[in-house]
Each structure stands twice: as C-alpha cells, then as structure tokens.
C-alpha cells in the first residue's frame, strides 16, 4: 500500500503545509554571527587598550620623568640660579601653550657660559644644522582637554601649583595627577591657589609669611581683583571640553 499524499495528516493538515509553515531565519541573521564576532573582538580589544593607555605612566602617572635629550637642570637654573621660567617658556602670559625655548635662547648664556661642556653637545648640533632639539613633553593632558595656560597665569595661579616645586627637581618630573577630579578642586575653590600675577613664578611662596594674610583670605580678595569666574562657569563642562 502506498502512501496517498491527498491523504489527511494529523490534525487535518497536510505534509505540505507543515513544511510550508516552519520557521525560517530571516537573510539578515546570516551576517548576525560575523558582525557580534567582530564587535567582541572589538569591545576586548578596546577596553584593556584604553585601561592601559589611561593608566600608563608615560600619560597619567605622577613621577613621570622621561630622559631629555639635553640634561638640563631646572634645579640649578630656577633655583640656584633664580632664572625666571617666563625667560624660557616665553608665552605663558599670552598664549595658551607654553612655549619649549629655540635653541638660541639656550646659547644666550652658553655662547659665552660653559661652553665647552659636552652636555652641550646637543645644544650645539642642533644650532649648527638648524634641527630643533627634541624635547619629550612631560606635562600632558588628554585632546579632548581644553587647557590655557595665559588664563591660569593672568589670575594668578602660580606654576607651582601645576608643575610643584620645579626649582627643586635636577630632571623635571609630573608632580600632580591632572586627572579631571585633580583639576575640579582647584576649580571649585581657586582662592587656594591664588596669588599675585607678579609672583606667579616665585617658587615656595607664602601668602602668610609674605603678606600676613592667610592664603584664603588673600585668594578671595584677588579674585574679585582679577576677576575670577563664578564656581558654576569654573565647574562647567563646556569650560574645559570644547
């Protein structure tokens, strides 16, 4: 006996149609596998990169002290020496970066000062064929910051509170974290670092040996001097992400 294929199935319904009804996955779920593949590659891929990025020494870390190509010594210079920083970095009070001095500033004193000192030798190369010295940046901070230092120096927040006590430090090294936390504290009461404008450079300064006002009462007075904005601008995100 053969099978009729007019013949009823179970529950009336024909081998045809059970075929007909079962479930078929859509074309698009052919490329689901693939792209959740790539976006877990992604996504494990990323995420330690960022981690190892942000936490790195040579980016974030406090202590960070890259070897320069030239041994310059900000202790003898600043300190010892009392060399104004604004002498090198020309362009604190009127731009936003701090400018890295041409190789002609160097040789302003050492044409004449210690010239003969083979930790000049780079200097010297570097004026003879017109190829700038290639400084490693130290003090850093993410490009989506927005960082000017002519705003910090015209209200009188002094090198100090970003760098410490650079007429102390034989190779320069980041003393501060300039993580966003770090930054908001100043930002929210910035009568703490306050000084002058002509004091700015002063290394170890004290308001209250210098003036016999605490360093808050001093701050507040030279921020309505200087017209600091209010905490609500200080603290706001488009004021530093722009």
């Given at each position: 006996m053969t099978n009729n294929p007019d013949t009823p199935a179970i529950?009336?319904?024909?081998?045809?149609?059970?075929?007909?009804?079962r479930f078929q996955f859509p074309r698009w779920a052919n490329y689901l596998f693939p792209v959740l593949l790539l976006a877990a590659i992604g996504v494990l891929t990323y995420i330690p990169l960022l981690g190892t990025l942000a936490l790195s020494p040579d980016?974030?870390?406090?202590?960070?002290?890259?070897?320069?190509?030239?041994p310059f010594s900000h202790a003898l210079h600043a300190g010892k020496l009392k060399l104004d920083c604004r002498y090198c970095h020309s362009t604190v009070e009127s731009a936003g970066f701090a400018a890295v001095p041409p190789t002609q500033t160097c040789l302003n004193c050492h044409a004449a000062i210690r010239?003969?000192?083979?930790?000049?030798a780079v200097v010297k190369e570097s004026f003879e064929t017109g190829n700038p010295i290639r400084w490693?940046?130290?003090h850093d901070v993410p490009d989506f910051v927005y960082f000017n230092h002519s705003a910090h120096i015209n209200k009188g927040v002094a090198c100090e509170s970003c760098h410490g006590r650079i007429d102390q430090m034989e190779?320069?090294?980041?003393?501060?974290?300039?993580?966003?936390?770090?930054?908001?504290?100043?930002?929210?009461?910035?009568?703490?670092?306050?000084?002058?404008?002509?004091?700015?450079?002063?290394?170890?300064?004290?308001?209250?040996?210098?003036?016999?006002?605490?360093?808050?009462?001093?701050?507040?007075?030279?921020?309505q001097v200087y017209h600091v904005q209010p905490t609500h601008f200080m603290t706001s995100c488009s004021t530093c992400h722009r």
């Open positions: 529950d009336g319904e024909s081998p045809s149609g059970l075929a007909n009804e980016t974030r870390a406090v202590g960070y002290q890259p070897e320069q190509p030239v010239s003969d000192s083979p930790k000049l490693i940046k130290v190779e320069v090294f980041q003393a501060k974290p300039l993580s966003m936390a770090w930054c908001l504290e100043c930002h929210r009461a910035p009568e703490q670092h306050l000084r002058p404008r002509e004091l700015v450079t002063a290394m170890g300064w004290d308001a209250q040996t210098a003036t016999g006002k605490s360093q808050t009462q001093l701050g507040a007075e030279l921020a």
